[in-house]
Nanobody, 121 residues
């Protein structure tokens, strides 16, 4: 199966920056990661897209983070990054790493356990 391990969350003041990382690992004779990205979920709200990056480096961002957040990836390491600048209190949420991967067993979505980002105003 596929395992996603996130790191980099924490507490930051409004206007500050944080960088999240997420590494995907898998087992089996076939393991190929296609899209990777980030979602977030604030208390009492639905999970929402932050941004998705495909294997070619093309990124689709949510309007709410355009110009402030940057998603990148290292295909050799199956790792996706989320650079968050000019953070606002409304960015406070659990950030979940996502990937769509092909393994020997399935072609499906996978999710990380989530990392808390708290922005104090």
């Amino acid at each position: 199966q596929v395992r996603l391990v996130e790191s980099g969350g924490g507490l930051v003041q409004a206007g500050g920056s944080l960088r999240l990382s997420c590494a995907a690992s898998g087992s089996g004779s076939i393991f190929r990661v296609n899209d990777m990205g980030w979602y977030r979920q604030a208390p009492g709200k639905q999970r929402e897209l932050v941004g998705i990056i495909d294997s070619g480096g093309r990124v689709n961002y949510a309007d709410s983070v355009k110009g402030r957040f940057t998603i990148s990836r290292d295909n050799a390491k199956n790792t996706v990054y989320l650079q968050m600048n000019s953070l606002k209190s409304e960015d406070t949420a659990v950030y979940l790493c996502y990937c769509f991967a092909h393994t020997s067993y399935a072609l499906k979505d996978y999710w990380g356990q989530g990392t808390q980002v708290t922005v104090s105003s």
